[in-house]
């Protein structure tokens, strides 16, 4: 897998939206952006994929940059319940590849009341 | 409709015992995978099935760990000989085929102790 970069973590307050940052200079024309999160105590959970548009779904948009190399997950409306580690990954969509999927350390989001 | 069980949800050993963690995938997914999260560190890749084809097993630590899956359902990971830093959550996950435009669907994880 390409390599991503994340900040470690990040604070935002309730009732705002958030965006969290991915830095992915060296994805391959065959890799998808990826973002899991996992909650506390929890097992990750899929949030969101694309390729090259922006995505919109129900839990959140993903932007992506013209060039790729880097992109955005926006919550829009956080609550609570979106404190979580969000991880965002690169997965070459050529079959065999990436099945698995390899983690990094990914960002803490803290969100405040 | 059911996600993904594991049992037991949480599994303390002494060291040197061997233990078996079960994960139930979802029905109809073809694809499981075994990963484990230690105290404060990533998640780690251990084993992969898919249908009928030999599994993946490039990401099992040492070769105390091993995994079958029987019917193409029920998978269950053992871990022979259990030594501290076997201390983990394991997660198992499953999804519709292989191949990443699948998303994977994550269990609650396994956490076991090894004392």
């Known amino acids: 897998d390409a390599k991503t970069t994340q900040p470690n973590s990040m604070e935002s307050n309730e009732e705002e939206p958030v965006h969290l940052p991915c830095n992915h200079s060296?994805?391959?024309?065959?890799?998808?952006i990826h973002w899991y999160r996992q909650l506390p105590s929890q097992g990750p959970e899929y949030v969101i994929h694309?390729?090259?548009s922006n995505v919109n779904n129900r839990m959140a948009s993903l932007a992506i940059a013209e060039d790729r190399k880097s992109s955005t997950l926006i919550l829009h409306r956080a609550t609570l319940r979106d404190a979580a580690v969000y991880y965002c990954?690169?997965?070459?969509?050529?079959?065999?590849?990436?099945?698995?999927?390899?983690f990094g350390k990914g960002t803490r989001l803290h969100i405040l009341p | 409709g059911a996600g993904v069980s594991q049992s037991p949800s949480n599994k303390v050993t002494e060291k040197g015992k061997d233990v078996e963690l079960r994960c139930d995938p979802i029905s109809g997914h073809t694809a499981l995978y075994w990963y484990r999260q230690s105290l404060g560190q990533g998640l780690e890749f251990l084993i992969y099935?898919?249908?009928?084809?030999?599994?993946?097993k490039s990401g099992l630590p040492s070769d105390r760990f091993s995994a079958e899956r029987t019917g193409g359902s029920v998978s269950t990971l053992t871990i022979q000989r259990t030594q501290q830093e076997d201390s983990a959550v394991y997660l198992c996950?499953?999804?519709?085929?292989?191949?990443?435009?699948?998303?994977?669907?994550f269990g609650p994880g396994t956490r076991l102790t090894v004392t």
């Open positions: 996950a499953s999804s519709l085929d292989r191949g990443s435009v699948y998303e994977q669907y």
């Open positions: 060296t994805i391959s024309g065959t890799d998808y």
């Open positions: 990954i690169l997965r070459d969509v050529i079959l065999g590849r990436d099945d698995k999927i390899i």
């Open positions: 099935f898919q249908g009928n084809s030999a599994p993946d």
């Open positions: 694309g390729l090259t």
